[in-house]
């Protein structure tokens, strides 16, 4: 019998979020919380598309975003495999700027790009729009006594607030949105690592294939709204995350 089934699937289509993304993000859910447990097999496609009322390409699309996550493997002549659920840790709900500050590091910024462009799925998912509505997207270099820390992207709703480079450079995003009346509330974030490309080691001065620490944040305010969507990169060699663990009773 097919696993998901059991499974409270369902899509809705007035959303500004793609379907594909709403389905991958009720399976990761499942997985996540044990429903789909490591080893179990995923039925048929067609099946799942026919159920859902939903077209195989974007199932499959589906599938294949967890498959790329690490969450599900494909195997010939088995089928579609759920391999493990992602390890997410909390993070205090703070900025890099205001963290190198606390610890003493004499931040800088340098603002590479402060633009506005049309939202991609994965932002629009994100942020809580329309694919394809305009966002500010702004790219900085983090500093921390002249030497490079960290690349940041982050994407906000349009006219959220103002952005202007200078301001972006003498402080951090979380200030001038805290100056703008704006109260952050929660995050939804998640912490990986890969090999920095030729660009990015240029950037940050590490050699091409050097360990990067990435995180990927969705910040929202306290009505609810999300107000930025990060996705960040750091040198291994110059950052960590520190986490606090407890025992769960």
């Known amino acids: ?99 190198l500050e606390a610890a003493g590091q004499r931040p800088a910024t340098r603002v590479l790009r402060n633009t506005v462009e049309p939202a991609s799925a994965e932002v629009a998912a994100a942020l809580g729009i329309a694919e394809g509505d305009e966002v500010h997207l702004v790219e900085r270099l983090r500093l921390a006594h002249g030497e490079p820390m960290a690349f940041l992207r982050n994407r906000l709703p349009a006219g959220l607030l103002d952005l202007d480079t200078p301001r972006l450079e003498a402080t951090g995003l979380y200030r001038l949105m805290r100056a703008a009346s704006i109260t952050l509330h929660s995050a939804r974030q998640s912490v990986g690592a890969r090999a920095a490309t030729a660009d990015e080691g240029r950037q940050l001065g590490e ?32 950052y960590s995350f520190e986490f606090q663990l407890l025992v769960r009773p």
């Open 1 to 99: 019998m097919d696993p998901t089934v059991s499974l409270q699937l369902g899509v809705d289509r007035s959303s500004p979020v793609p379907l594909y993304f709403q389905l991958s993000q009720q399976l990761e859910a499942a997985i996540e919380r044990g429903a789909l447990t490591p080893g179990t097999l995923l039925g048929n496609e067609i099946e799942l598309a026919g159920r859902l009322g939903l077209s195989r390409p974007t199932v499959r699309q589906a599938i294949q975003s967890l498959v790329d996550k690490g969450l599900l493997v494909r195997r010939r002549g088995v089928g579609t495999q759920v391999v493990h659920s992602q390890v997410k840790r909390p993070l205090e709900l703070s900025s890099l700027y205001d963290d």
């Open 207 to 238: 050699p091409e294939g050097a360990p990067l620490l990435t995180m990927q944040r969705t910040t929202f305010d306290d009505t609810g709204r999300a107000v930025e969507f990060g996705s960040h990169i750091y040198r291994a060699s110059r």
